[in-house]
């Protein structure tokens, strides 16, 4: 899809691991980004559960993670940041999955919104919505 259309015209929003998967396209395409309770080395996360059967929640297909997977994801890990300004992190302090302050940390300089309490899928998260159109609408052309 991202062949398709001119970088100009493609905004990133990612929640949980898709915060993740849009950090490693912003980097590598220079897109804006806004992530939303993102992961942060999910390699690390995952990695006790290679070689176990998971099962997706909505589709209810299975696969076997592997040690193959792990090395696909730490090879998109984004160590540093080159454009921070390309950044908008919105994080709840009551994510139940993921600790929010892995993401303050990795997304240092960009610009942050950390609301208290809250749960992994970002309550309210309808609210922002016209504030993440008004920052990628400082992107656009």
């Given at each position: 899809?991202?062949?398709?259309?001119?970088?100009?015209?493609?905004?990133?929003?990612?929640?949980?691991?898709?915060?993740?998967?849009?950090?490693?396209?912003?980097?590598?395409?220079?897109?804006?980004?806004?992530?939303?309770?993102?992961?942060?080395?999910?390699q690390?996360?995952?990695q006790?559960?290679?070689?176990?059967t998971?099962?997706?929640y909505?589709?209810?297909?299975t696969?076997?993670?592997?040690?193959?997977?792990?090395a696909?994801?730490?090879?998109?890990?984004?160590?540093?940041?080159?454009?921070?300004?390309?950044?908008?992190?919105?994080?709840?302090?009551?994510?139940?999955?993921?600790?929010?302050?892995?993401?303050?940390?990795?997304y240092?300089?960009?610009?942050?919104?950390?609301e208290?309490?809250?749960?992994?899928?970002?309550?309210g998260?309808e609210?922002?919505?016209?504030?993440?159109?008004?920052?990628?609408?400082?992107?656009?052309?």
């Open positions: 899809m991202l062949e398709c259309l001119p970088d100009s015209e493609v905004f990133l929003l990612g929640s949980s691991l898709g915060g993740f998967w849009a950090t490693y396209l912003a980097e590598t395409r220079g897109l804006p980004a806004v992530l939303i309770n993102p992961a942060v080395s999910p690390r996360r995952f006790a559960l290679v070689g176990q998971l099962k997706n909505h589709t209810a297909e696969c076997i993670l592997t040690a193959d997977d792990m696909d994801l730490a090879a998109c890990d984004v160590d540093r940041l080159n454009n921070p300004d390309l950044y908008w992190l919105l994080a709840q302090t009551g994510d139940e999955t993921l600790d929010y302050r892995e993401a303050v940390a990795k240092r300089g960009c610009r942050q919104t950390v208290t309490g809250g749960s992994h899928a970002f309550d998260y609210g922002w919505l016209p504030d993440i159109a008004e920052f990628f609408e400082e992107f656009g052309n």
